[in-house]
């Protein structure tokens, strides 16, 4: 399968294979890395079987459409460095997937770690494959989220935590400037689509944003691959397991910044700023992450700073402009991806068996596991670059560019002293290594009294990358010659420049600098042996900077004496003073055009009133004024005001012949009125001491009639709005297209439902995830308050009745039993199939009349809620499993499976098709393919609104607890 179907399944795999990790046990430790191993086999079969297609020069496409009018498409593109890429991912995915299997603890939740796992695995795959910008910003993101959970994987433990909470912001940060930086070349080129993007080379580096885009596209790049001045969080990252480790710091994560730095190079090199940029920030890491490495004691440390300093190193071949250096580059992104994950892995075996990392209290494991130690070895020379490793002929391809004059400037004559000097510093750090953790006397401050070889099976993925550093290292022509020609044609196109191979290239300079690199390397070590051994954490000069620290620092002046001094500014705890500052801020808003433009009455002339409409609406005013003025100190009566307030907008809608907002908008204050009654249950009283409580305070009078002049204002600012609008004759709009097309390609009558799930529906999709987001940040709320001390007492009424019917508590449930509501109860409890098939008369009657899945799922949660309090809380819950997250669930899968539908036939995201079926009995019915996206709304509707009732409703049973406690205390103390 080498058509677009393959690259599909590639990103798909792994994020069903999470979902499927997710939901099994947590002892299934067998089962997760089958599921695992099977998920990233398969992912690199599929990789594999493309490679033909690629090689021939040509690029594998797949494109779903999802917003075309906007240039968003699900657009996957595999060329040759996409598929060098994206067989690093799959390939040493399943290495590392095996190698967990043996390193993680049965008592760890592994099914979680592979989880996250795949699900990282599959949104860097996405990054790699995605042929539309705005799609490769949204995997990158994911990356983001997913190293987070998998770096805070072990969350009980603070620096994991702190790691993960660090990477997450650094790279977050980053991820808003790749995206700020994406809309600029989507404004200049006109497209998000990465094959017009890189043949729009000159007009983007010729256009005035040329200079901001690569700034912050740049910003994102250096953030994920941790290159200085962000080269801090990568060490802190180090608390994770070692097998993420690995998978970091090989061939995804930080990998993930060079990648789109070689993806956009033909696009965004050759200028000044991009050699500067890119030149400086190489340099610096490369040498400093070399520098810091050699003083690490914990072995994951150093590799980690070794993996700035070889990124460093990238960064800067790719700063050149040079097509040798990208050349280059490529090739080193490759065996920096083999050696390092080996050694990560060697690193995890190590401190597995002897329960510690750090290097000086390691010594002599030669002696105990000489097999994993000479694999290290050779890891390690090939970190180095010595000669017949894959590290040596990048590495001696990166001298030979960096003796190249490319640019007149400090950084380019630095270039090749800088290179020397760094691969020195590798050379001292990997024996150090080397000869601190296998060589030596033999360990004695080791939690581990008995080290010895792992499993094969644990060992053998170190094996495997290790006979590949061996392999290209000896035979490249043979072994990656074809691949990284593939790559690097891809990227470089006409562009690309006879490079060779070959391991000997005679006695040239930069050989030179490579035997000086090695000796100067050797000799560096043999003088901070005794050194190392006994010093501290941290390279001198560089101990007391710590970039943690100056994070930390930055976060608490940022939440602490920034954030603090806007909330003390212009924050509020009390409601009122919030509305203030919103209403006014778009009173301004509104105002600002007509001071800047000028104001012309134009046609805003009075005409004639109905005196009917007129009362109805001098009604609403009085109700609104009356609930603004009753708010303060009586909740109930301002609760009535406000739903007269609310039903005169419902005749108003009536009236202004809007029969489907009526429908909408009664059921709306229907079931607000009553979730509103619930709560106000439960909140304190508020009693009013007296009339002379506005002068008792020194200005609070002149504060009120402040408040009331904004209230006025912004109200007769909307209301002039409105009527200046509906007493006009417009010009045609885009309302005469929907009146004219809703019948003829959305199928219905109700022009308002057809476009809310039809012309509109991805809008009506995000509007359904924000109420289910909102109705479970209530449930959560709610679940965490307490009742005020003056509201835990039944009703004042309710105990009136309860006395004069003399009913007595239960003693086993704590509820009192009344029959004050005997007849009423009776006729709600009878209401609940009549409501029920009043929602569904309203759901099927949608799309042609008043009604549709909002409207209905509003009624069907009315019959809830009168079940509820007609006979109680656990009466119901007793006989109901009402479930309403699944409710929310099955809505939003309803809705994005619909959506997702239009694309097995080739059409857009959310595209309906409609068609009516006579049926017996019953005539023409609609049955729009949009049928099952209004189901999806009805559905999480229900869930979202009997979610927050149940969250309401648990607190009599709360009550009940409380009062059980009490009364036991009491019993106790007697």
Request: net charge neutral.
């Amino acid at each position: 399968m080498t058509d677009g179907t393959s690259l599909i399944w590639m990103i798909v795999l792994p994020f069903v294979g999470s979902a499927i990790a997710a939901l099994l046990p947590t002892n299934a430790r067998n089962a997760e890395a089958w599921l695992a191993g099977v998920v990233t086999l398969v992912t690199l079969i599929l990789a594999s079987a493309s490679y033909p297609a690629v090689a021939a020069g040509d690029a594998i496409r797949s494109n779903i459409e999802w917003i075309p009018s906007l240039g968003l498409n699900l657009s996957l593109r595999m060329d040759g460095f996409a598929w060098l890429f994206a067989t690093m991912i799959s390939g040493i995915g399943f290495l590392v997937v095996l190698y967990a299997r043996y390193y993680m603890s049965p008592e760890d939740p592994v099914p979680r770690f592979f989880s996250f796992f795949l699900a990282f695995m599959g949104a860097m795959l996405g990054v790699v494959l995605s042929g539309n910008l705005i799609l490769l910003v949204v995997f990158w993101e994911l990356t983001s989220v997913f190293s987070f959970l998998l770096i805070g994987y072990w969350h009980h433990n603070a620096n994991a935590r702190d790691g993960a909470r660090m990477a997450l912001t650094i790279t977050g940060i980053g991820g808003l400037g790749l995206l700020a930086g994406v809309l600029l070349i989507g404004h200049i080129v006109g497209s998000y689509d990465l094959d017009r993007v890189l043949a729009s080379g000159d007009l983007i580096r010729s256009h005035d944003l040329y200079v901001p885009a690569i700034v912050l596209i740049l910003l994102g790049t250096l953030t994920k691959s941790a290159q200085f001045p962000f080269h801090f969080w990568l060490p802190n990252a180090m608390a994770a397991p070692t097998p993420v480790s690995a998978y970091l710091h090989s061939a995804t994560m930080v990998k993930a910044g060079v990648f789109l730095m070689a993806r956009l190079w033909p696009v965004l090199s050759g200028s000044t700023e991009w050699f500067w940029i890119l030149g400086f920030c190489g340099m610096m890491s490369l040498a400093l992450g070399a520098y810091f490495a050699i003083f690490q004691q914990d072995i994951k440390g150093l590799l980690a700073y070794s993996t700035i300093s070889h990124l460093g190193l990238i960064t800067l071949l790719l700063s050149l402009g040079s097509p040798l250096g990208a050349v280059a580059a490529i090739f080193h992104m490759v065996n920096h991806a083999t050696f390092k994950a080996s050694l990560f892995m060697a690193a995890g075996i190590i401190d597995h068996e002897c329960g510690t990392r750090d290097i000086r209290r390691l010594s002599g494991l030669f002696r105990f596991m000489p097999i994993t130690a000479t694999l290290a070895m050779v890891a390690s020379a090939a970190m180095a670059g010595v000669p017949l490793l894959n590290g040596f002929l990048s590495k001696e391809m990166f001298f030979a560019e960096a003796i190249e004059t490319h640019a007149i400037s400090v950084l380019d004559t630095a270039a090749p002293y800088v290179a020397v000097l760094a691969s020195a510093f590798a050379v001292t750090y990997s024996i150090r290594f080397i000869h601190g953790v296998f060589f030596g006397p033999l360990p004695t401050d080791v939690p581990s009294v008995a080290p010895h070889e792992p499993p094969f099976l644990m060992r053998f993925p170190i094996l495997l990358l290790v006979v590949a550093c061996l392999l290209v290292g000896t035979i490249p022509a043979l072994t990656i010659g074809p691949f990284l020609h593939t790559a690097v044609t891809s990227v470089l196109g006409a562009r690309t420049p006879e490079y060779s191979l070959a391991i000997w290239h005679g006695f040239n300079l930069p050989l030179l600098m490579s035997i000086v690199a090695l000796i100067a390397g050797v000799i560096l070590y043999l003088l901070l042996k005794d050194y190392l051994s006994r010093c501290e954490e941290g390279p001198p000069f560089f101990r007391r900077l710590k970039g943690q620290r100056i994070f930390e620092r930055f976060m608490v002046t940022v939440s602490w004496r920034w954030a603090r001094f806007v909330d003390y500014r212009l924050g509020a705890r009390r409601l009122q003073p919030q509305l203030r500052l919103l209403v006014t801020v778009a009173f301004v808003a509104a105002l600002w055009p007509l001071y800047s433009r000028g104001f012309t009455p134009g046609r805003f002339t009075l005409t004639g009133a109905d005196p009917v409409f007129a009362g109805v609406w001098v009604l609403g005013i009085v109700c609104a004024l009356g609930a603004a003025y009753q708010a303060k100190f009586h909740r109930l009566a301002a609760l009535i005001l406000l739903s007269g307030a609310g039903l005169v907008t419902c005749i108003t809608f009536v009236w202004l012949s809007a029969p489907d907002l009526a429908v909408t908008q009664l059921l709306v204050e229907i079931v607000t009125t009553v979730l509103i009654l619930l709560g106000l249950r439960w909140l304190p009283k508020r009693v009013q001491d007296g009339p002379t409580i506005a002068s008792a305070v020194p200005g609070a009078r002149l504060r009120r009639f402040r408040d009331l002049a904004i209230a006025v204002s912004v109200g007769v600012g909307v209301t002039l709005i409105a009527y200046a609008v509906m007493t006009r004759t417009p010009p045609p709009t885009i309302a005469d297209y929907f009146l004219e097309k809703a019948y003829s390609e959305g199928g219905g009558r109700n022009v308002v439902n057809v476009i809310l799930v039809d012309f509109r529906a991805f809008d009506t999709f995000g509007e359904i995830t924000v109420l289910a987001i909102v109705a479970l940040t209530v449930f959560a709320l709610l679940r965490r308050f307490r009742p005020a001390p003056d509201s835990v007492d039944s009703p004042e009424q309710q105990r009136i009745q309860t006395a004069f019917d003399e009913a007595q508590p239960d003693r086993e449930t704590g509820e009192t039993i009344i029959d004050y509501l005997m007849i009423p109860a009776v006729i709600m409890q009878w209401l609940f199939p009549v409501i029920i098939m009043f929602a569904a008369y309203l759901f099927f009657r949608g799309h042609d009349l008043p009604g549709g899945g909002f409207a209905a799922g509003i009624a069907m949660a009315a019959a809830f809620i009168l079940q509820y309090m007609a006979a109680g809380t656990r009466w119901v819950e007793d006989r109901l499993r009402v479930l309403p997250v699944r409710w929310i669930g099955l809505g939003l899968l309803l809705a994005a499976f619909t959506g997702a539908g239009s694309w097995l036939f080739g059409y857009p995201f959310l595209t309906s098709h409609s068609r009516y079926v006579d049926l017996p009995l019953i005539g023409d019915m609609p049955l729009a393919s949009a049928i099952f996206f209004d189901l999806g709304v009805f559905s999480l509707v229900v869930g979202a609104t009997v979610l927050m009732l149940i969250a309401l409703a648990h607190q009599s049973i709360r009550r009940h607890r409380v009062a059980r406690t009490i009364a036991a205390a009491d019993e106790e103390t007697a």
